[in-house]
T-cell receptor, first 113, second 115 residues
Framework: AQKVTQAQTEISVVEKEDVTLDCVYE???????LFWYKQPPSGELVFLIR??????QNEISGRYSWNFQKSTSSFNFTITASQVVDSAVYFC??????????FGTGTSLTVIP | EPEVTQTPSHQVTQMGQEVILRCVPI?????FYWYRQILGQKVEFLVS????????KSEIFDDQFSVERPDGSNFTLKIRSTKLEDSAMYFC?????????????FGEGSRLTVL
């Protein structure tokens, strides 16, 4: 079974629209971490955020915000007022207590100018 | 800012050749990883390494693969006899370890093309 599910394979939005990328995870651990990484066309993996399982506070960083809900095992990522530079593949990941990281299949976001 | 560095950034090789991909993890990190990403696909776990030995490995990490930390700074991935399907981006990553408290730091990747 997938530990991290990103049901949206590809999303296209017009510049300045808001977009939410979904992430649903599965774990039996009580202590775990959730991550989002961005992979631009150049291929590197860029860390965006880490959230531990005990901190359900939503976080905002500029145009980025994250909504962590343990009740639904979701860790969704919203980009407000999207820009062309946001076009990338975004990966959600889960890390459990054994230091193993599990990546979702990624959501490819295209922002159309 | 500390970073994980990988070399080469791109390697082209003939099928059947041996390839060594090199990584320098962040100096105080204790856990090291290799991941693979075939073009357009997801990031797949290959192997994790701690205390100078493999701690976990995936089904992908068969006898053709090996890892080594030869000198306390480099962390290498060797593919003994490359196949066409080994063409992928290979990412090295490290974390400071202990109870999982940190960010997994990735290198920029080494793109391997097997012809």
């Amino acid at each position: 079974a997938q530990k991290v599910t990103q049901a949206q394979t590809e999303i296209s939005v017009v510049e300045k629209e808001d977009v939410t990328l979904d992430c649903v995870y599965e774990t039996r651990d009580t202590t775990y971490y959730l991550f989002w990484y961005k992979q631009p066309p150049s291929g590197e993996l860029v860390f965006l955020i880490r959230r531990n399982s005990f901190d359900e506070q939503n976080e905002i960083s500029g145009r980025y915000s994250w909504n962590f809900q343990k009740s639904t095992s979701s860790f969704n990522f919203t980009i407000t007022a999207s820009q062309v530079v946001d076009s990338a593949v975004y990966f959600c990941a889960l890390s459990e207590a054994d230091n193993q990281f599990y990546f979702g299949t990624g959501t490819s976001l295209t922002v159309i100018p | 800012e500390p970073e994980v560095t990988q070399t080469p950034s791109h390697q082209v090789t003939q099928m059947g050749q041996e390839v060594i991909l090199r990584c320098v993890p962040i100096s105080n990190h204790l856990y090291f990883y290799w991941y693979r990403q075939i073009l357009g696909q997801k990031v797949e776990f290959l192997v994790s390494f701690y205390n100078n030995e493999i701690s976990e490995k995936s089904e992908i990490f068969d006898d053709q693969f090996s890892v080594e930390r030869p000198d306390g700074s480099n962390f290498t991935l060797k593919i003994r006899s490359t196949k066409l399907e080994d063409s992928a981006m290979y990412f090295c990553a490290s974390i400071n370890g202990g109870v999982n408290t940190g960010e997994l730091f990735f290198g920029e990747g080494s793109r391997l093309t097997v012809l």
